[in-house]
């Protein structure tokens, strides 16, 4: 079965730094582009950006340029999404996703992870 | 960037009935580029449609996909009780970076 796992809720104070991960299998990890999706409390998606784990070639929207970094180890089937100098307007459902195309990113995401719960509060 | 904009901001409808969903975009969009999705509470988004007309893997046929430049419909012939909920229109053509629809909401009348 083609599945991403991600890492559990986390709680985190301003200031503070963040790595969620997000495990692939049942798949060639390497060779399909990982996105990550923001989801603040009660409202929509938003598209942050992608990854390509073979050569960690990144594409940032620039809403979240600057502000996030996306990373792989292809080596664990794993990819990233690290948050830093959290505030609390950071506070939300980060979701990794799979295109359905090998190779490309210009596709949609047609397998999800379950979510990570980001909340930042002192 | 493009800006999705969908319509209407919830659709009250009972089970049975259909439904129909708009996706407008800021400037034209190449066909091959345009997708649904679904999200129930709690849920991650699952994928409906994606260019514009094709149903992914597993999708019944009551949902289906139309339009083209920078109108875009998502219609379900006829609601059941788990297609309550909300609906995203995505963008992937153009550069990036690829845009969402601020979401319908399908609840129960």
């Known amino acids: 079965e083609v599945q991403l796992v991600q890492s559990g809720a986390e709680v985190k104070k301003p200031g503070e730094s963040l790595k969620i991960s997000c495990k692939g299998s049942g798949y060639s990890f390497t060779t399909y582009w990982i996105g990550w999706v923001r989801q603040m409390p009660g409202k929509g998606l938003e598209w942050m950006g992608v990854?390509?784990?073979?050569?960690?070639?990144?594409r940032y929207s620039p809403s979240f340029e600057g502000q996030v970094t996306f990373s792989a180890d292809k080596s664990i089937n794993t990819a990233y999404l690290q948050l830093s100098s959290l505030k609390a307007s950071d506070t939300a459902l980060y979701y990794c996703?799979?295109?359905?195309?090998?190779?490309?990113?210009?596709?949609?995401?047609?397998?999800w992870g379950q979510g990570t719960m980001v909340t930042v509060s002192s | 960037e493009i800006v999705l904009t969908q319509s209407p901001g919830t659709l009250s409808l009972s089970p049975g009935e259909r439904a129909t969903l708009s996706c407008r975009a800021s400037q034209r969009i190449s066909s091959s580029y345009l997708a649904w999705y679904q999200q129930n509470p709690g849920q991650a988004p699952r994928l409906l449609i994606y260019a514009t007309f094709s149903r992914a893997t597993g999708i019944p046929d009551r949902f289906s996909g139309s339009g083209s430049g920078t109108d875009f419909n998502l219609t379900v012939s006829r609601l059941e009780p788990e297609d309550f909920g909300v609906y995203y229109c995505?963008?992937?053509?153009?550069?990036?970076?690829?845009?969402f629809g601020q979401g319908t909401k399908v609840e129960i009348k």
């Open positions: 995505q963008q992937y053509g153009g550069s990036p970076p690829w845009t």
């Open positions: 990854i390509y784990p073979d050569d960690s070639d990144t």
């Open positions: 996703a799979r295109p359905y195309l090998q190779g490309s990113f210009r596709d949609a995401f047609n397998i």
